[in-house]
């Protein structure tokens, strides 16, 4: 019965890991796809500078 139940919990673990490799790879792949100047940060740089001024003092 214990041994059951290890297997269900390590089957399960391993479909998750699996599904999870699998999403990573598609999301290398779509952000390898997009080239490398269109990165977004939300932020200009003036606000990233004022940020980074921000962080140090605290």
Known sequence: ???????????????RKA??????RRRTNHAASQPASSEDWGMSPEDALRANTVARYK
């Open 1 to 15: 019965m214990m041994r059951e139940i290890m297997q269900k919990a390590l089957s399960a673990l391993s479909q």
């Open 19 to 24: 599904s999870q490799m699998a999403e990573a």
